[in-house]
């Protein structure tokens, strides 16, 4: 297959483009088993301008991508940038959750100064656009006094990205830290300031109920979306997911609830999955799965044995319930997850062998580029439309075995109609960082 070469300005059309049904949405023709559409995309300035079924003459601007696919760009709404890249100074001693925590706490009050934070994040951003993500909604460790270094840092982060990365903040803490009501004010106040969504860690305490509803009344009060990690445990008892979806039905909370994790409803009887699903669906609850995160920290043993699930939760219940579903990347090379590099696609593969996002494929493409969006407030993110921003992936597999069997090291990332340079930051870029 020839190299493929976008002009550098001018209008151009991208011929025998394989594009998907899910996120096309303008576009109405028969599709293949997996959801694909042969068509042409018109790209003028920085805009898609026109989307049609492939089959007429081609024009003199035409570009022939001979059925490689194109996605829209990737929306990642669940990452955490502020503890990325850490491990080499502080790695998880035994591949378990608690030892993930408690390293990370030890990094962070002995480390995370601003430039280090700073540093860390632009790293991780880098990769992300290199990748092909426009969005990208990062969780900011707000225990005291970290809230005070790290959000000054997300809000000049977020204007040096504008344009390329659309960045989003949520605070986090355990939902124990709701319990100073005062501290929690000042918080919710300086998260609103930035423009941030309120988030918090839920477990299962005995005030939780009560400690939901200041979440709630608080996020009601400043108009704040609600981010939750939830349930991120093989423990059957663990039903906050539940408790969240009452709590929201009972405020009758109108804006967006977007909840992580949820790994122990995969663990327990059927007839409470049910209850809780019914309730996420009504309450308007949208969920996100971090698959890789989810396979390396859940039901690691350390007795020598091997793992026997997946830990991720019930998307597929979900789906059939009208449940947005997202997965996106989590943790990267620090002590909740050894490895990643913010690269969605690696998401999606992982996802479509871990949770069967295949055959059918259905609408899962779904996951990694317009549901997020939505969760996000994007407009016009995570879908190709005429009118739209010309962001877009150009593949070089031509259907879904061939994407996702190898890494697509060599995708073209197209911003605002060109193709931009893909240079990934060399990791020596931040071994300062990592010295004792
Ligand atoms: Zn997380």
């Known amino acids: 297959m020839t190299q493929i070469q976008l002009p550098l300005s001018g209008p151009y059309t991208l011929i025998n483009a394989r594009l998907h049904a899910s996120l096309t949405p303008s576009l109405s023709a028969p599709a293949d088993a997996d959801g694909f559409i042969l068509a042409d995309i018109s790209v003028t300035d920085a805009c898609i301008v026109g989307i049609a079924p ?39 001693p035994d591949g378990s959750f608690l030892g993930a925590l408690n390293a990370t706490g030890e990094d962070r009050v002995a480390r995370w100064n601003a430039d280090d934070v700073s540093r860390r994040m632009d790293f991780s951003l880098r990769s992300a656009y290199a990748h092909g993500t426009s969005a990208l909604r990062t969780h900011i460790d707000s225990v005291p006094p970290q809230e005070e270094i790290s959000w000054p840092v997300f809000e000049a982060m977020r204007e040096r990205w504008r344009g390329r990365i659309e960045l989003q903040g949520v605070c986090l803490f355990g939902i124990e830290g709701a319990r100073d009501a005062k501290w929690f004010a000042g918080l919710a106040k300086r998260v609103a300031a930035a423009g941030g969504v309120l988030g918090t860690v839920t ?37 906050s997911l539940k408790r969240i979806a009452e709590t929201a039905l009972r405020h009758r909370f109108e804006g967006k609830i977007l909840v992580g994790h949820c790994c122990s409803l995969a663990r327990q009887p059927d007839a409470d999955v049910l209850d809780t699903l019914d309730k996420v669906a009504r309450a308007g609850i949208a969920v996100v799965s971090l698959p890789m995160c989810n396979l390396y920290l859940q039901d690691r043993r350390q007795d020598g044995t091997t793992p ?14 009208g449940i947005p579903a997202a997965v ?42 317009s549901t997020p969006a939505d969760i996000m ?11 739209g921003p010309a962001d877009f992936i150009v ?42």
């Open 203 to 239: 477990y299962m305490v005995p005030d939780l109920e009560q400690l939901l509803d200041r979440v709630f009344v608080t996020a009601i009060e400043h108009g704040l979306d609600l981010d939750f990690h939830a349930d991120e445990t093989d423990s059957i008892s663990a039903i």
């Open 308 to 321: 026997r699930w997946r830990g991720v939760t019930l998307l597929h219940e979900m789906r059939a319930r």
């Open 395 to 436: 593949f070089k597999g031509r259907n879904w075995t061939e994407v996702l069997s190898r890494p697509e090291s060599d995708r073209i990332v197209v911003r605002g109609g060109r193709a931009i340079a893909r240079d990934l930051p060399d990791y020596s870029e931040l071994d300062d960082l990592m010295v004792e």
């Open 54 to 92: 492939s089959g007429h003459q081609p024009t003199p601007d035409a570009i022939d991508l001979a059925g490689r696919i194109v996605l829209p760009c990737f929306v990642d709404c669940h990452t955490h940038i502020d503890k990325g890249h850490i491990w080499p100074r502080k790695p998880n």
């Open 377 to 387: 407030r994007l407009h016009g993110a995570g879908i190709l439309a005429p009118g």
């Open 328 to 369: 996106a990347s989590d943790n990267t090379r620090d002590p909740f997850y050894a490895y990643g590099d913010l690269d969605m696609l690696e998401v999606y593969r992982m996802a479509t062998r871990i949770l069967h996002f295949d055959h059918p494929v259905g609408d899962w493409p779904k996951t990694v580029t």
